[in-house]
């Protein structure tokens, strides 16, 4: 009888530890950054966990979202323009919003600066999530282009702007 307990006891163990493995114990989003030759735009694709955003837009905002409708895209548009932005020479770079799109586990945002490369000494600022969840981390990528070498920048609530050597 006490080793049936045991078993008990450990399988309720083993069931509660897979649930907290499966917890989401760490928040981070990925931006890539890349120059298109055939079209001369700069695109930015930024991805996110579903849940962060959704929990973001909650909090904001006072309900729940449907990234199907515009108007839900919109909120999120309106936030991510405020949270990410690039500038050169001192000046804010346009960066449209392309469009996003959203699956069960990510939230995939798409924008382009319109014929622009980005030079040397661009500076981003990616606060997304960042002001939200105090341990966000967001990893952006920024490509190779016009003899720049690529370069991986990473920031956090403390760490919010960098330039691109």
């Not at 770079?93 to 000494?121: C, E, H, N, R, Y």
Request: hydrophobic share 45%; net charge negative.
């Amino acid at each position: 009888m006490r080793s049936l307990r045991h078993l008990a006891a450990s399988a309720a163990l083993a069931l509660c530890c897979t649930g907290a493995a499966q917890a989401h114990n760490y928040h981070m989003g990925m931006a890539d950054i890349g120059y298109n030759a055939a079209t001369g735009n700069t695109e930015v694709i930024h991805t996110y966990t579903a849940h962060d955003i959704e929990a973001l837009l909650a909090n904001l905002y006072g309900r729940s979202f449907d990234l199907e409708l515009e108007e839900d895209q919109d909120a999120l548009r309106q936030y991510i323009e405020r949270q990410f932005t690039i500038s050169a020479g001192g000046k804010r770079l346009p960066l449209q919003w392309v469009g996003v799109k959203a699956s069960a586990d990510t939230i995939t945002l798409f924008q382009q600066i319109d014929k622009t490369a980005l030079p040397a000494g661009a500076v981003i600022v990616d606060g997304v999530l960042t002001d939200f969840i105090a341990t966000q981390v967001n990893t952006v990528n920024v490509g190779a282009n016009a003899g720049r070498a690529a370069v991986t920048l990473t920031f956090t609530a403390a760490q919010r702007e960098q330039a691109i050597p």
